[in-house]
C-alpha cells in the first residue's frame, strides 16, 4: 500500500468523522479544497470544485450551522442527521478516494466513512439529548457550538494533515468508549 492511498484513506475518514459532527461543514470545505486545487477528487467528484457547488453548499452549510442554535429544532435535526451524516460520510469517503477500483472505493466508503460519520453523530444526537434533559436545552448552544468547531478542526486537518486526522478520530472514539462505559456503570 502507497503512501498516497494511505492519506487517501485517512483524508477521506477524517472528512466522514467531521461529517458526524456537522453534515455540511465537510462537504463545504472538500469543495473549497478542491475549488482551491488543494486536494484532487475522484474523477466523478469534481463538480463539488465547481463554483455552484461551493455556493450551494455554503448556503446549506450556514443554515445547518444556524438551525443547531434554534432550541428544540436542534433535537429534530438530530433525528434526522444520522442518516444524513452516514450519507455524507459515504460521499466524502468516496470523493476522496482517487485512483481506486468502484468496489473498493464505494466498499471502503460505506463501510469506513458512512460507518464513521453514523458514530459519531449517534454519540452526538445522545449528548444534545442528555444536555436537554439535563439544562432544559440552554446547554445546547454549548455543545452545537463544540460540535461546529470539532466539524471544522477535523475537516482542515483532514485536507491538510489527513495522518493527523486520522490519529485525532482514534481519539474521538477512544473517548467515546470511556465516557459510554463511565455512564454505563
Do not use: H, Q
Not at 470544485?49 to 450556514?62: C, H, Q, S
Not at 443547531?68 to 470523493?95: H, Q, W
Not at 452526538?124 to 439535563?134: C, D, E, F, V
Request: proline share 4%.
Amino acid at each position: 500500500m502507497s503512501i498516497e492511498t494511505i492519506i487517501s484513506i485517512c483524508l477521506g475518514i477524517g472528512l466522514a468523522a467531521s461529517a458526524g459532527f456537522r453534515v455540511f461543514v465537510p462537504l463545504f470545505i472538500l469543495s473549497l479544497a478542491s475549488y482551491l486545487n488543494w486536494i484532487p477528487v475522484n474523477e466523478s467528484w469534481s463538480w463539488l470544485g465547481e463554483t455552484p457547488a461551493l455556493i450551494a453548499l455554503g448556503i446549506a452549510m450556514i443554515f445547518e450551522v444556524l438551525a443547531y442554535y434554534i432550541p428544540f429544532v436542534d433535537n429534530i435535526l438530530d433525528t434526522i442527521a444520522v442518516p444524513l451524516a452516514a450519507i455524507a460520510g459515504t460521499a466524502v469517503m468516496a470523493s476522496s478516494l482517487v485512483d481506486f477500483s468502484p468496489l473498493f472505493t464505494w466498499g471502503l466508503a460505506i463501510i469506513a466513512g458512512g460507518g464513521t460519520a453514523a458514530a459519531i453523530n449517534s454519540a452526538t444526537a445522545a449528548t444534545r439529548l442528555t444536555s436537554t434533559a439535563a439544562t432544559g436545552g440552554i446547554g445546547n448552544p454549548f455543545v452545537s457550538t463544540v460540535e461546529t468547531g470539532t466539524a471544522t478542526v477535523m475537516s482542515f486537518t483532514s485536507i491538510f494533515i489527513p495522518i493527523l486526522a486520522f490519529i485525532l478520530v482514534l481519539f474521538i472514539f477512544f473517548v467515546g468508549m470511556k465516557l459510554f462505559k463511565k455512564i454505563m456503570k
